[in-house]
């Protein structure tokens, strides 16, 4: 029998028995403010800032509110299965984290200890090309769990040559290409504060690591790390890429491409004619295109375009189990979360990101439950109906 997320709500109660409560919230939207209360106003405003006066980000959640679920009474869902299959790999859930960069930000253990609590708890884990910490340092701590290597496709191709290599050494199965950040956006709330990240732990960090990228640089990362830094953000995206140059990147990377970042439908249809095996429907939590689609109305017309030559995957204001199983019936095949389980991480360390995990999805196995349905791929349009107010 498949393992039931739900249990976890009766572990808490248990727990409770002897006085022990849970050290954070189970509604995850109050991870914000507390976080903010304990590590302070640049790390968290970096976080949860998002584009512009922030439109995106809250179109992102107003289109899954809109979204309700209409439940089915009386199906037998004493035992359920939430695995799917992602990618060509089974997958105990329909969840994955996503790529967050410099996330020593948030917790000294940055990227290391989220990607222990998802090899934990068998969710994959999306490794940022800008982590904190050398790739290879993360992949030695999953052991053999799924682990999948966002791409920041650089100006310098030595350095992505570098990057693309350095990951299929480190087992990281597949690639995520974002295309959505050949720049970085205008956001305010760092802008006031002029608080950019990247500067934190910046000799330890992926890029710093990396033997192709210290070849640029005029001045060690030690003698000059603002120069290091400004050298990063001037090359770690190339606004010059076009669809062709795809071809780089098949004819480099042998496993399953997904490009990360595509609302269009038309932009689905040419991933598929670029050999790609997968999209992420997303704008990027909201934090580059400001008054952007949100991400949730993107969805069922990427889905269309895409039929069954690509796998579809979506991010972008997740926050519950009942907004994954919305995004899942709109057509994904599995969600990823951003920012939830960087507050966790803040909070509690890998303990907190196992947290968020097991909320996201003991949410998700009551709401499939609640709602009639044994796992998540009986989902679909059907089981929503959309408020028009
Ligand atoms: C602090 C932060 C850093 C991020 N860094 C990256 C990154 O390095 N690469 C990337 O592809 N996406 C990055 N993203 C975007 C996430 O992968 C994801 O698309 C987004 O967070 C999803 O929205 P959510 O935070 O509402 O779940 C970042 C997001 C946040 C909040
Ligand atoms: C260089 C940009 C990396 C982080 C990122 O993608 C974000 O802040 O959204």
Do not use: E, F, I, R
């Given at each position: 029998m498949a393992k039931h997320w739900a249990d976890f709500q009766y572990e808490i109660y248990l727990n409770g028995m002897t006085g022990a409560v849970p050290r954070l919230p189970t509604d995850l939207t109050r991870l914000e403010e507390m976080a903010e209360q304990r590590l302070g106003p640049g790390p968290v405003g970096y976080v949860a800032g998002s584009a512009g006066n922030g439109s995106t980000a809250r179109a992102n959640r107003a289109a899954l509110d809109r979204r309700r679920i209409v439940p089915r009474m009386l199906r037998d869902v004493h035992e359920r299965d939430l695995s799917v299959e992602v990618l060509g790999r089974p997958l105990p859930a329909p969840l994955a984290l996503a790529p967050v960069g410099v996330l020593s930000i948030m917790h000294p253990e940055a990227e290391t200890a989220a990607a222990r609590a998802a090899a934990a708890q068998g969710v994959p884990f999306i490794l940022s090309s800008a982590s904190s910490t050398p790739m290879e340092q993360v992949a030695e701590a999953m052991g053999d769990a799924e682990r999948w290597f966002q791409l920041?496709?650089?100006?310098?191709r030595e350095v992505t040559r570098s990057f693309l290599d350095r990951a299929k050494a480190a087992g990281f199965s597949a690639l995520f290409v974002t295309l959505d950040t050949p720049l970085l956006a205008w956001r305010p709330r760092d802008l006031d504060q002029a608080y950019l990240p990247f500067l934190h732990g910046v000799g330890t960090a992926n890029y710093f690591s990396d033997p192709a990228f210290r070849a640029g640089l005029a001045k060690p990362v030690h003698e000059d790390p603002n120069a290091a830094v400004m050298h990063f953000v001037g090359m770690f995206a190339d606004p010059a890429k076009t669809w062709p140059d795809l071809e780089f990147l098949r004819e480099n990377w042998d496993g399953p491409i997904v490009l990360k970042g595509v609302l269009h439908p038309d932009d689905a249809r040419r991933a598929v004619n670029a050999g790609m095996d997968g999209v992420v429907v997303s704008n990027h939590g909201g934090r580059q295109?400001?008054?952007?689609?949100a991400a949730a109305d993107a969805l069922p017309r990427v889905v269309e375009a895409a039929g069954d030559r690509l796998t579809v995957l979506f991010d972008s204001g997740v926050r519950s189990g009942d907004d994954i199983y919305k995004a899942l019936a709109l057509g994904a095949r599995a969600v990823l979360v951003g920012r939830p389980y960087a507050y966790g991480l803040g909070l509690d360390g890998q303990a907190g990101v196992e947290h968020v995990i097991r909320c996201l999805l003991a949410e998700l196995d009551l709401t499939l439950a609640l709602s009639g349905h044994s796992g998540p791929t009986t989902l679909g349009p059907d089981d929503l109906a959309e408020e028009t107010v």
């Open positions: 920041y496709w650089a100006k310098d295109v400001a008054g952007s689609v």
